[in-house]
Each structure stands twice: as C-alpha cells, then as structure tokens.
Nanobody
Framework: QVQLVESGGGLVQAGGSLRLSCAAS????????MGWFRQAPGKEREFVAA????????YYADSVKGRFTISRDNAKNTVYLQMNSLKPEDTAVYYC????????????????WGQGTQVTVSS
C-alpha cells in the first residue's frame, strides 16, 4: 500500500515556474514507477510525465516536453515535477500516481493516486 500526498500547487503568472512534490508513504516507494497526470475542468485526466523506479527512463507528454522535468529522490520517498514557462493551458489539478511500470502513459498503469494539487496559471 502506498499513500501519496501532493504539494506545491498555487497561482502563478504565465511564464512563471512551480515545483510540485509528491511524498509517498511505504517502504516500497523505490520499486514503483511514478507519474504525474492533470485534469482541467470539463476535461479528462491526461498524462503529463513519468519516471521509472531507477530514474533511468523519463517520459513526457508532447505538450510539456522541454518545459517540465520529472525527478525522484528514493531516499526521501518523493517525486517532483519542475514546471517552467507555464501557460494558461497548464491550469489543472495535478495528480501523482504510483504503478508497476507496465505502462507509463496510461491511467490504467497506476495503482495508487494522490488527492491532487491545484495549479492555476494566469495570463
């Protein structure tokens, strides 16, 4: 069992930056692939970024590639999402998720989810 708690969301102007954190409980954090998803009002939850358990492999949605960076610190049981050059269309609730890595880009690949943190980008 893994419990996930996101933090770091907030209101930022377009072009600004935020760093999201996701703290995980449980001793098996380092064995899980971790992902970030987001859901804007009236839209489906979508993939943002993912990282393998060893940090060797990272994956990004085309819409955030080059602006967002996912990383993890297994010693701290934490995964991060550094978001730069934010745009109004990045406004959403951001969720972190833990899974076995069977598929990184799909919701079905994750077994545990956090409650989400709101990110609002003003124009």
């Amino acid at each position: 069992q893994v419990q996930l708690v996101e933090s770091g969301g907030g209101l930022v102007q377009a072009g600004g930056s935020l760093r999201l954190s996701c703290a995980a409980s449980g001793r098996t954090f380092s064995s899980y692939a971790m992902g970030w998803f987001r859901q804007a009002p009236g839209k489906e939850r979508e993939f943002v970024a993912a990282i393998s358990w060893s940090s060797v492999n990272t994956y990004y949605a085309d819409s955030v590639k080059g602006r967002f960076t996912i990383s993890r610190d297994n010693a701290k049981n934490t995964v991060y999402l550094q978001m730069n050059s934010l745009k109004p269309e990045d406004t959403a609730v951001y969720y972190c998720a833990a899974g076995t890595g069977r598929t990184y880009r799909e919701i079905s690949g994750y077994d545990y989810w956090g409650q989400g943190t709101q990110v609002t980008v003003s124009s």
